[in-house]
């Protein structure tokens, strides 16, 4: 398959999901600045050395990608992504009253044409299976256009792009988060970019490090303000990102993924939301 430059197609939009994470306020969470150091707070009942030893096991380190990373990397982008599917064929659906009247008005031409109450029955099904299917196919095929520009080589785009950077959460040494900042000259902005947790490891407040870091990131280079777009189905992923301070500007209900062909069926089968945020640092 064919995908445009890197600086023209797959855009973000892959966030992590996890509510446990949203709560935290600056005294659960710290980032330090150099040592990008995130610590959760421990109960005061511990005795001194179980805290301490608690204490440097939760401790995540949100540092600068390197190259060594780069498996572990793909793999938390990729399972994320992979989450969508199931959530936009079937949790996405609930948003999309005019898709819900379409497929009813399928059940009720089912039974008139065919006066079967079993393929009527079965119709629902069928509609969703179909939901699935074509839901599927285009976040794969975005998987696969991601895969082939920014995350091919987050080095050359991340780590060498002015205005850019790339970092990972670390757990105990092992790369539990990611998230990327890509500054965009024209209009003095940083886009927050591929933010995902390791599923295993949320609940935590990973995700809210994360986004802080990119803030930090946006006021250390004199950014006027931070933006970010989404297509995450689950609740969870805005309130974190309200959490953070950010303020939606603006929905898409029928927003084009790079890689969807556009066709009829896949018009009719697959829909998703793309909301965006902004957070202003400084007037212009």
Not at 93 to 118: D, G, H, P
Not at 153 to 174: N, P, R
Not at 188 to 217: C, H, P, Q, W, Y
Request: charged residues 25%.
């Amino acid at each position: 398959m064919h995908c445009s430059s890197p600086k023209m197609v797959c855009e973000t939009k892959i966030v992590a999901d996890e509510h446990e994470a949203i709560p935290g306020t600056k005294k659960d969470s710290i980032i330090v600045s150099s040592s990008q150091m995130w610590t959760s707070s421990s109960s005061p009942s511990l005795g001194a050395h179980e805290s301490k030893a608690e204490k440097r096991n939760e401790t995540v380190f949100i540092r600068e990608f390197e190259r060594s990373d780069h498996e572990e990397v793909r793999r938390i982008f990729n399972e994320g992504i992979m989450e969508r599917i199931p959530n936009s064929a079937f949790r996405g659906i609930k948003q999309q009253s005019r898709t819900q009247c379409i497929y009813a008005l399928f059940t009720v031409m089912c039974y008139v044409m065919t006066k079967s109450f079993t393929l009527t029955f079965c119709m629902p099904f069928i509609l969703m299976g179909a939901r699935y299917y074509y839901s599927r196919n285009a976040i794969l095929n975005y998987l696969d256009c991601a895969l082939h520009t920014d995350m091919a080589d987050i080095e050359a785009y991340y780590m060498k792009s002015t205005g850019s950077c790339f970092w990972v959460a670390v757990l105990q040494g092992q790369v539990v988060g990611i998230v990327a900042a890509q500054g965009r000259e024209d209009d003095n902005t940083v886009e927050l970019r591929r933010m995902s947790v390791d599923s295993r490891f949320r609940g935590k407040g990973i995700a809210k490090a994360l986004g802080r870091r990119v803030l930090e990131f946006a006021m250390l280079n004199n950014y006027s303000a931070v933006v970010l777009g989404t297509t995450a189905v689950k609740m969870a992923a805005h309130k974190l990102y309200e959490s953070l301070g950010f303020r939606r500007v603006g929905d898409t209900e029928d927003y084009t993924l790079p890689g969807m062909t556009r066709s009829p069926l896949e018009r009719l089968f697959f829909q998703i939301r793309y909301s965006r945020y902004r957070l202003q640092l400084h007037e212009e």
